[in-house]
Nanobody, 115 residues
Framework: QVQLVESGGGLVRTGGSLNLSCVAS????????MAWYRQVLGKERELVAS???????KYADSVKGRFTISQDNAKYTVYLQMNSLKPEDTAVYYC?????????WGQGTQVTVSS
Protein backbone atom coordinates (compact mmCIF):
# COMPACT_ATOMS: atom_id res chain seq x y z
CA GLN A 1 0.00 0.00 0.00
CA VAL A 2 0.99 3.58 -0.67
CA GLN A 3 -0.11 6.49 1.47
CA LEU A 4 -0.26 10.09 0.29
CA VAL A 5 -0.49 12.99 2.72
CA GLU A 6 -1.20 16.50 1.48
CA SER A 7 -0.49 19.70 3.38
CA GLY A 8 -0.30 23.42 2.80
CA GLY A 9 -3.93 24.27 2.20
CA GLY A 10 -5.68 27.12 3.94
CA LEU A 11 -7.47 30.42 3.59
CA VAL A 12 -5.91 33.12 1.43
CA ARG A 13 -7.10 36.35 -0.16
CA THR A 14 -7.47 36.88 -3.89
CA GLY A 15 -4.06 37.36 -5.43
CA GLY A 16 -2.31 35.45 -2.69
CA SER A 17 -0.19 32.32 -2.87
CA LEU A 18 -0.09 28.87 -1.35
CA ASN A 19 2.32 25.98 -1.75
CA LEU A 20 0.81 22.52 -1.44
CA SER A 21 2.93 19.47 -0.64
CA CYS A 22 2.17 15.78 -0.98
CA VAL A 23 4.42 13.14 0.53
CA ALA A 24 4.20 9.52 -0.52
CA SER A 25 5.14 6.66 1.78
CA UNK A 26 4.69 2.92 2.06
CA UNK A 27 5.32 0.31 -0.63
CA UNK A 28 6.78 2.61 -3.24
CA UNK A 29 8.29 0.51 -6.00
CA UNK A 30 8.52 3.20 -8.62
CA UNK A 31 7.01 6.61 -9.03
CA UNK A 32 4.99 7.11 -12.15
CA UNK A 33 2.88 10.14 -12.83
CA MET A 34 2.07 12.37 -9.90
CA ALA A 35 -0.62 14.99 -10.17
CA TRP A 36 -2.97 17.35 -8.39
CA TYR A 37 -6.73 17.26 -8.82
CA ARG A 38 -9.32 19.51 -7.25
CA GLN A 39 -12.99 19.16 -6.50
CA VAL A 40 -15.73 21.56 -5.64
CA LEU A 41 -18.68 20.12 -3.75
CA GLY A 42 -21.24 18.87 -6.23
CA LYS A 43 -18.85 18.91 -9.17
CA GLU A 44 -16.50 16.36 -10.68
CA ARG A 45 -12.85 16.29 -9.81
CA GLU A 46 -10.71 18.05 -12.36
CA LEU A 47 -7.05 17.65 -13.21
CA VAL A 48 -5.06 20.71 -12.20
CA ALA A 49 -1.49 19.71 -13.03
CA SER A 50 0.58 16.59 -13.59
CA UNK A 51 4.21 15.56 -13.92
CA UNK A 52 5.25 12.26 -15.49
CA UNK A 53 8.36 10.12 -15.02
CA UNK A 54 10.24 12.14 -17.65
CA UNK A 55 9.43 15.37 -15.84
CA UNK A 56 6.96 16.51 -18.45
CA UNK A 57 4.32 18.76 -16.93
CA LYS A 58 0.76 19.51 -17.98
CA TYR A 59 -1.65 22.09 -16.66
CA ALA A 60 -5.32 22.86 -16.88
CA ASP A 61 -5.90 25.94 -19.00
CA SER A 62 -7.43 27.70 -16.01
CA VAL A 63 -4.18 27.56 -14.02
CA LYS A 64 -1.51 27.97 -16.70
CA GLY A 65 0.92 30.71 -15.82
CA ARG A 66 -0.24 30.78 -12.20
CA PHE A 67 0.44 27.28 -10.85
CA THR A 68 3.66 25.27 -10.98
CA ILE A 69 3.99 21.57 -10.26
CA SER A 70 7.33 20.12 -9.21
CA GLN A 71 8.60 16.98 -7.57
CA ASP A 72 11.45 15.72 -5.47
CA ASN A 73 11.71 12.02 -6.22
CA ALA A 74 14.32 11.51 -3.52
CA LYS A 75 11.74 12.64 -0.99
CA TYR A 76 8.74 11.08 -2.79
CA THR A 77 7.15 14.50 -2.72
CA VAL A 78 5.19 16.55 -5.21
CA TYR A 79 4.49 20.25 -4.82
CA LEU A 80 1.98 22.68 -6.26
CA GLN A 81 2.95 26.32 -6.07
CA MET A 82 -0.18 28.40 -6.55
CA ASN A 83 0.15 32.10 -7.25
CA SER A 84 -2.36 34.80 -8.15
CA LEU A 85 -5.12 32.78 -6.56
CA LYS A 86 -8.71 33.49 -7.50
CA PRO A 87 -11.98 32.67 -5.71
CA GLU A 88 -12.70 30.07 -8.39
CA ASP A 89 -9.61 28.17 -7.25
CA THR A 90 -11.46 27.34 -4.03
CA ALA A 91 -11.71 23.55 -3.78
CA VAL A 92 -10.38 20.47 -2.05
CA TYR A 93 -7.06 19.61 -3.64
CA TYR A 94 -6.00 15.97 -3.94
CA CYS A 95 -2.70 14.52 -5.02
CA UNK A 96 -2.37 11.22 -6.84
CA UNK A 97 0.42 8.80 -7.59
CA UNK A 98 0.30 6.24 -10.35
CA UNK A 99 2.32 3.12 -9.59
CA UNK A 100 2.14 0.29 -12.11
CA UNK A 101 -1.59 -0.12 -12.71
CA UNK A 102 -2.80 1.43 -9.48
CA UNK A 103 -3.73 5.04 -8.75
CA UNK A 104 -3.40 6.19 -5.16
CA TRP A 105 -5.20 9.24 -3.76
CA GLY A 106 -4.47 11.45 -0.82
CA GLN A 107 -7.14 12.59 1.62
CA GLY A 108 -7.25 16.12 0.26
CA THR A 109 -6.48 19.58 1.58
CA GLN A 110 -8.90 22.50 1.51
CA VAL A 111 -7.95 25.68 -0.32
CA THR A 112 -10.24 28.66 0.15
CA VAL A 113 -9.68 31.94 -1.68
CA SER A 114 -11.65 34.88 -0.38
CA SER A 115 -12.67 37.77 -2.60
Amino acid sequence: QVQLVESGGGLVRTGGSLNLSCVASGDILSIGTMAWYRQVLGKERELVASVDIRGTTKYADSVKGRFTISQDNAKYTVYLQMNSLKPEDTAVYYCILDQLSTRYWGQGTQVTVSS
